[in-house]
């Protein structure tokens, strides 16, 4: 790992003291303070007002009792939780994710990253992350519904559009955000349609919500290769997961001539060397909710691989687009053999951070998650512009405001990178752009 400045190193020591066993949020905390000693040592007055410090406790963590009855009548407990990072831009803002391996610490890495990525984005957003450590896998709608009610019972007295406004992420797609906005607002009395985002067209949502973060994870390779005076047309590309990331994120490479060759969910990886059939990835993972398997039944040219991993297969581009620390060193110097020139991540945290350095030493171009995946939360941000106005826009329109702010992060992300002396580190240009945006916020707030 690399080394942090002897400012910051005691700041991460209590942090992993003070949250012991949660070991992703000491590793998103640690990758975006290996990128502020510079900035400590330019601007003594952070030091001075403790702003890495605060940045690192959450203003709220909130963990409560979710009970709910399956369909047998038979009752289970799960466990919530909404961590309120960091309100010195705007409202909380965040998705739920619901997956069984969700505990505290995951949510607190997802909540801290969250508040450097809604910075990135030039939106008035704070941060924030919640979620459960239930299942949906295998339940029934039923059965989804009145957990998703139970579990909105007791989020709903800390919600609100002026006061945190959570999204869907693993697990909770647009079938989720539904029966949680029901239940808000039966709870509440009000159609408050900007306390939650990712909402169905006819019901408050945005177009473009349900594609953005995939659009725009490819729109942020598309800016790198510009800068390497490269472009998509014709590469081959992976990307990992067949979620909702997944799913756009290959509509839009297909769209803009890429070959996306394989993609995977948490059991195996489908590699078709025509090209993946989106329409029938979709009908397998939106309609049906099946497995990735299912898609080789119907396409016999294609393979299933239920071991191993989608990293062995070659490509240009790879979006790894499931979940945290799934692209490791190895797998990272197997992509830079094959020929691999630009990553970008659509999940959060997928690269280890010996893969991010691999790929840096490398100069493969590397898109942290925090600015690569930051056109989801920015898109939520134009749905609660919407819901504010009492409008809905063109998808022509939407797209194209996503287009440009996610032009405007990789400016800004690689120009900060430069003016500090790291030409081409979009870990380094996001993670200190991010921070310095929330800081001088945090400053002028005063001590709060
Ligand atoms: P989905 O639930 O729609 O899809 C997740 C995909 O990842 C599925 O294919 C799933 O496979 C796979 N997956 C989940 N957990 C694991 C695991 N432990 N090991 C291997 N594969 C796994 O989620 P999203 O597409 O919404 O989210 C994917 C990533 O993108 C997450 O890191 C999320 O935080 C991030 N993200 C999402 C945003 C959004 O707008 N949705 C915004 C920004 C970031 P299986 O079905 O087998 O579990």
């Known amino acids: 790992m690399a080394g942090l400045d002897e400012r910051i190193e005691p700041i991460y020591r209590d942090v992993v003291k003070r949250n012991p066993g949660e070991d992703e949020f000491h590793q998103a905390v640690r990758e975006v303070m290996e990128s502020l000693g510079i900035v400590v040592a330019k601007r003594p007055e952070l030091a001075e007002h403790k702003i890495i410090e605060r940045i690192c406790e959450p203003e709220r963590q909130i963990i409560f009792r979710v009970p709910w009855q399956d369909d047998n009548g038979d009752v289970h407990v799960n466990r919530g939780f909404r961590v309120q990072f960091n309100s ?33 984005t030039g939106m008035p957003i704070g941060g924030a992350k919640g979620g459960s450590d239930f299942n949906p896998r295998g339940r029934s709608d039923d059965e989804v519904m009145r957990f998703c009610q139970s579990f909105m019972t007791e989020l709903a007295r800390h919600l609100g559009e002026y006061r945190d406004v959570p999204a869907g992420d693993i697990g909770v797609g647009q079938r989720e955000i539904g029966y949680l906005f029901g239940a808000y607002k039966r709870i509440t009395n009000q159609y408050e349609s900007g306390v939650i985002t990712g909402k169905g067209l006819s019901w408050g949502g945005s177009l473009v919500r349900k594609e953005s973060t995939g659009f725009g994870a490819v729109y942020f390779v598309r800016e790198m290769l510009k800068i390497r ?56 993972k939106e309609v049906e909710r099946g497995r990735i398997s299912e898609y080789v039944e119907r396409r016999t040219n294609a393979r299933y691989v239920d071991e191993g991993v989608i990293w062995d297969v070659p490509c240009e581009v790879a979006i790894p687009s499931a979940t945290q620390n799934e692209l490791n060193g190895n797998d990272a110097r197997k992509l830079i053999k094959n020929g691999c020139i630009a990553v970008a991540e659509g999940a959060n945290m997928p690269a280890t951070p010996d893969a991010v350095r691999a790929f840096q ?39 194209e405001r996503l287009e440009h702010i996610m032009a405007d992060i990789h400016r800004l992300c690689y120009e900060t990178a430069a003016e500090y002396g790291f030409p081409g580190d979009y870990v380094r240009g996001a993670n200190i752009a991010g921070f310095e945006r929330v800081a001088d916020a945090m400053l002028a707030l005063g001590l709060v």
Not at 232 to 254: D, M, P, W
Not at 374 to 391: C, F, I, K, P, W
Request: charged share 20%; hydrophobic share 40%; net charge negative.
């Open 88 to 120: 010195a831009l705007g409202p909380y803002k965040g998705g739920l994710r619901f997956h069984p391996s969700v505990y505290l610490g995951t949510i607190k890495f997802l909540g801290f990253e969250q508040i450097f990525k809604n910075a990135l």
């Open 229 to 284: 005076n490269e472009d998509l047309e014709g590469r081959t590309c992976v990307v990992s997961g067949s979620g909702n990331v997944a799913i756009y994120a290959t509509e839009k490479l297909q769209q803009l001539g890429a070959k996306v060759v394989a993609c995977s969910d948490s059991e195996g990886y489908v590699y078709d060397e025509h090209g993946i059939d989106l329409n029938l990835m979709k009908q397998i």
């Open 361 to 399: 030493e490398a100069g493969v171009s590397f898109g942290v998650g925090k600015a690569a995946n930051a056109g989801g939360v920015a898109t939520s941000a134009l749905e609660m512009q919407q819901n504010a106005s009492r409008d809905s826009w063109s998808f022509e329109y939407t797209e």
